[in-house]
């Protein structure tokens, strides 16, 4: 019988796998076998052997294996549904596994806040207390001792016959006489006629004489005369304190209006102080005159009832 083109072959390639098949039959065979027994082993070596049946002995091997292809199923889904988000896109792993956070950053480290440092409170400043200054004295003008009213001499204390304050001139000439002892005042004040005559010191008029005088008594023998007062305010008689007004500066006998002025002294006590006979150098606010023609003439201020 002819064989046809290949047919030899195929039937060599037969023949040669019957050897093969028969060592994979027995290869299968084995592996019954032995997954048979490890139900058997692995109950033996759990303690779960014993006293059991063949048949309870079978059945609790299969269970086992059951148990743990079922487990390794769950596992395989557990990771297999971690794998991939709610979006269905696979989420990345770790190189140990693990998923990381869905930020990426590292969990926050609780940190340990220290408890706050007590600051110590500032010791207050003690506030300067504030002193009321002292009041400012101010300096008094100094009040001049009251005027001694009578003189070593016995004579008043006699002031300058103007207001406290004025300044008057003292002059004289040579047809006075005597020129030493009477003396004509003008007023460095201002105008020289009107200026008032107060009195040279306490007394009584004693009498009005011309040209246009006023003679006054102090006592103990002692006099003043004003003359060419242009009007006289007093009458015979009448007491005067120191510094009332008497009259006011005129020109009355005379070419220019000045105040004529003496002190006179009752040197015979007849009562009666005689000019130009007991008339003396004139003592005024304690400084006594006995002036010239030839001399310079002083101003003073009054201190009259000052």
């Given at each position: 019988m002819r064989r046809k083109p290949g047919?030899?072959?195929a039937e060599r390639r037969r023949g040669q796998s019957g050897p093969f098949r028969r060592i994979a039959v027995t290869a299968g065979a084995a592996a019954l076998v032995v997954g048979?027994?490890?139900?058997?082993?692995?109950?033996?070596?759990?303690?779960?052997?014993?006293?059991?049946?063949?048949?309870?002995?079978?059945?609790?091997?299969a269970d086992s294996v059951g148990h743990q292809v079922t487990a390794s199923r769950e596992r395989e889904r557990d990771r297999a549904s971690r794998s991939y988000d709610r979006h269905g896109h696979k989420t990345p792993t770790s190189g140990d596994g693990r998923t990381p956070d869905a930020t990426g950053s590292p969990?926050?480290?609780?940190s340990r806040t220290a408890?706050?440092?007590?600051?110590?409170?500032?010791?207050?400043?003690?506030?300067?207390?504030?002193?009321?200054?002292?009041p400012t004295v101010t300096?008094?003008?100094?009040?001049?001792?009251?005027?001694?009213?009578?003189?070593?001499?016995?004579?008043?204390?006699?002031?300058?016959?103007?207001?406290?304050?004025?300044?008057?001139?003292?002059?004289?000439?040579?047809?006075?006489?005597?020129?030493?002892?009477?003396?004509?005042?003008?007023?460095?004040?201002?105008?020289?006629?009107?200026?008032v005559v107060r009195a040279s010191a306490a007394g009584v008029v004693s009498k009005l004489s011309d040209p246009g005088g006023v003679k006054l008594d102090h006592g103990n023998g002692w006099y003043t005369l004003y003359l060419h007062m242009e009007e006289r305010d007093v009458q015979p008689g009448q007491k005067v304190a120191l510094g009332q007004r008497i009259g006011l500066v005129g020109?009355?006998?005379?070419?220019?209006?000045?105040?004529?002025y003496e002190q006179i002294y009752d040197s015979n006590h007849d009562g009666w102080g005689a000019s130009?006979?007991?008339?003396?150098?004139?003592?005024?606010?304690?400084?006594?005159?006995?002036?010239?023609?030839?001399?310079?003439?002083?101003?003073?201020?009054?201190t009259n009832s000052c």
């Open positions: 047919q030899h072959r048979a027994a490890s139900p058997w082993v692995a109950a033996y070596k759990a303690g779960r052997f014993g006293d059991a049946t063949a048949d309870g002995a079978t059945t609790l091997a969990s926050p480290t609780a408890p706050p440092t007590a600051t110590a409170k500032p010791t207050p400043t003690p506030h300067a207390t504030k002193v009321a200054p002292k300096a008094k003008a100094k009040v001049p001792a009251p005027a001694k009213t009578v003189l070593a001499d016995g004579r008043p204390n006699f002031q300058l016959p103007v207001a406290c304050g004025t300044h008057l001139e003292f002059t004289t000439y040579a047809g006075h006489a005597p020129e030493d002892k009477k003396i004509d005042f003008f007023n460095e004040d201002g105008e020289t006629r009107g200026t020109s009355v006998g005379t070419g220019i209006a000045h105040l004529h130009p006979g007991e008339i003396t150098n004139p003592v005024i606010q304690g400084v006594k005159y006995a002036l010239h023609e030839s001399d310079h003439f002083p101003v003073v201020a009054s």
